[in-house]
């Protein structure tokens, strides 16, 4: 949520995670602003106005709190408060006889710099002033206010600077949608910032500190119950406490009677109350200083959706749910779910729409022994979305694969722009079942690994979770059944794969191995290869030219010797996914003896093929390049490579 809109508000975090309001100023706002300014210290009196006036305060907050004048050039005075207190003023102002032009001023109150306030301010009002046709802002700051040059330098705009005296005069054009490569980077210096606000505002949700359960009862079988039970047995080392008004102990443990008489504000709150008493409970936690909330109880009608995250924005809390399963981060033994079987730690970052099927999905992946980095059940999405968990598992250090089961997006754009970026560093796996086709080319424009099934996403997180992504989508085939090798190869073909034909010495080579075999690709070992000669096959194949990935299907056999050993053996340094055709599990990892590591081992061909099928797309998405490279015809290529080498020797 780093930008959010609620009943005409719009919400937006800080670079400490914290939640401001920010909206246009109105008359009635005149006495706030002169305050702020008034209480500013004489030297940020003196950035401001370039002078140490007091009555400077009185008349700018006049000029921002004026009703707009129709017959002046266009101007806007945004506001920035947090818990109701005016913490920032930014505003515009046209200049006469420029049309499209107009002077920025911001003012930030002293104990909130360092907060990225200032930089907030000025990217709304670039989309307020792109909307009513302002092409270029201007702004003239004292060369000493190192802070606010900061805050233009870093914004993404194309700036110039003019010295003059002790001040200087900076120009930037607003970027426009035609100006693809400038609104592009424009875009890229608020998605960084809004990334880095987001992080930290998750950090209450996903490393806590402490946590308490509102809503725990003395029955075993009610949810609030179970989920501190989670808690518990999960082995969480953070500071645990208990809310239920009509108990004074459950399990030897002391309850509180309200969350008002926590003994510190806590970093995360379980919400397991009846429907009717979560908005008050809510209002509760805002009081105390709760940082954020994870909300269980479902069935909430819009109007009581609507007052929850209205408490939420108004105290600058991160809301999952409500109509969740919960969050788990099994990593430091958080397991604030009520699920029925504890989550394995991993690198498959999981969020669900869907409590069961998330529960299920982290349940798989934890059985496979991919494990789960993080996990949150976002119910009702009034929140916490896809976005943010894209944008935490970007930071987390640990997440190496990123799932996500969506039903909906709420912002189609800003989702595959996230996706996008993220997707740059680690693979997002969805399923695209439900989805429209328009959701389907949003997938695949953004990079995004859509799977056709919850099994077909298991099966292909396998992969990408232990195998480096493909350089390509030429596969060689090893089996020691001529058959499988077949159906393998018919499956790549189905799947845009080509299969490795052996040519020159790895040929020869392989003939020699293999006399009574087929080299020509698929290879078939025959039924009678030795563990050892097979093992040399596959590291041959591994280290011929134009080779990306490797599929090998094995059979055992009385007349071979232990081939899946012979597969963990061997020295291969290119994607491998094996199939165990005796296997009764759909897929599982086995562990490589050659080096550190993991490899899928599959049931039958075609879920070996579809898995390494979407992880070459992935690799090919990957490495091309994206937005539009611009051509200039007037650009004199070797006059400019002159001058460069020129400055570069001086």
């Not at 009002?125 to 046709?133: D, F, H, I, M």
């Not at 233009?152 to 949608?177: I, K, M, N, S, Y």
């Not at 504890?342 to 069961?356: D, E, F, I, K, T």
């Amino acid at each position: 949520m780093s930008t959010a809109q609620d009943s005409g508000r719009v919400y937006a975090l800080l670079a400490d995670g914290t939640t401001v309001e920010i909206r246009e100023a109105r008359p009635d706002d005149l006495d706030a602003v002169q305050a702020m300014h008034e209480a500013m210290a004489p030297d940020n009196i003196y950035l401001r106005f370039f002078s140490y006036s007091r009555r400077s305060a009185e008349t700018e907050a006049r000029r921002i709190c004026r009703e707009p004048d129709p017959g002046t050039p266009g101007s806007a005075s945004l506001l920035a408060l947090r818990d109701g207190e005016l913490v920032g003023v930014a505003s515009y102002a046209g200049l006469i006889g420029h049309p499209g032009q107009a002077e920025v001023a911001f003012a930030v109150a002293d104990h909130m710099h360092h907060k990225g306030i200032a930089t907030l301010l000025l990217e709304h009002l670039v989309s307020l002033a792109r909307s009513r046709q302002i092409t270029t802002f201007t702004a003239e700051t004292l060369t000493e206010n190192t802070a606010m040059l900061g805050v233009f330098a870093d914004a993404g705009l194309p700036v110039q600077r003019h010295f003059a005296d002790e001040a200087c005069e900076l120009t930037f054009p607003l970027p426009r949608e035609e100006d693809g490569t400038a609104l592009d980077t424009y875009l890229s210096a608020v998605a960084q910032r809004e990334s880095s606000a987001d992080v930290a505002s998750l950090r209450h949700i996903f490393a806590p500190e402490s946590v308490v359960v509102i809503g725990a009862s003395r029955r075993r079988e009610a949810i609030g119950r179970v989920i501190l039970e989670n808690i518990r047995r999960g082995g969480y080392a953070g500071r645990l406490y208990t809310v239920n008004p009509r108990a004074r102990q459950i399990d030897g443990e002391r309850c509180l009677a309200s969350v008002l008489d926590l003994p510190e504000p806590a970093d995360l709150a379980v919400i397991a109350v009846p429907a009717p008493a979560v908005p008050g409970v809510a209002g509760q936690c805002g009081q105390r200083g709760v940082r954020s909330l994870v909300v269980i109880t479902s069935g909430l009608d819009p109007a009581a959706c609507a007052d929850l995250l209205a408490v939420c924005r108004r105290h600058g809390m991160r809301l999952v749910g409500p109509g969740c399963f919960g969050v788990a981060v099994p990593g430091v033994g958080l397991d604030a779910t009520f699920a029925a079987s504890r989550l394995r730690p991993g690198v498959a970052g999981l969020m669900s729409q869907s409590g069961g099927v998330g529960v299920a999905l982290a349940g798989q992946l934890s059985r496979l022994g991919v494990g789960i980095s993080s996990f949150a059940s976002v119910g009702s999405k009034l929140d916490v979305s896809g976005n943010d968990m894209l944008m935490w598992w970007e930071h987390d250090d640990v997440t190496r694969l990123a799932v996500l089961y969506l039903e909906s997006f709420g912002n189609p754009r800003k989702f595959a722009r996230t996706a996008r970026r993220v997707g740059a560093k680690l693979p997002v796996l969805t399923v695209r079942a439900g989805h429209s086709a328009a959701d389907r080319a949003l997938f695949e424009q953004a990079g995004v690994i859509a799977t056709g099934s919850v099994g077909e996403l298991t099966e292909t997180a396998a992969l990408l979770a232990t195998q480096p992504v493909p350089a390509g989508r030429t596969v060689a085939i090893v089996s020691n059944v001529g058959g499988a090798g077949v159906l393998a190869a018919d499956a790549c073909a189905g799947l845009g794969l080509t299969v490795h034909q052996p040519r020159g010495l790895t040929r020869r080579r392989l003939r020699t191995l293999l006399p009574g075999g087929t080299v020509t690709g698929p290879v078939d070992t025959t039924a009678a290869v030795s563990a050892r000669d097979f093992r040399r096959c596959l590291e041959l194949l591994a280290a011929d030219d134009g080779v990306d990935a490797m599929i090998v299907l094995v059979l055992p056999t009385g007349a071979t010797g232990d081939l899946i050993t012979a597969i963990r053996d061997a020295d291969i340094g290119i994607p491998l996914a094996a199939v165990a055709l005796d296997q009764a599990e759909t897929v599982r990892l086995m562990p490589r003896l050659a080096a550190d590591g993991q490899i899928p081992v599959y049931d039958v061909p075609e879920k070996a093929v579809a898995a390494l099928a979407h992880a070459a797309r992935y690799g090919a998405w990957r490495t091309e390049p994206h937005g539009q490279v611009p051509s200039f015809p007037d650009v004199r290529a070797a006059d400019a490579r002159a001058l460069v080498i020129g400055f570069l020797h001086r």
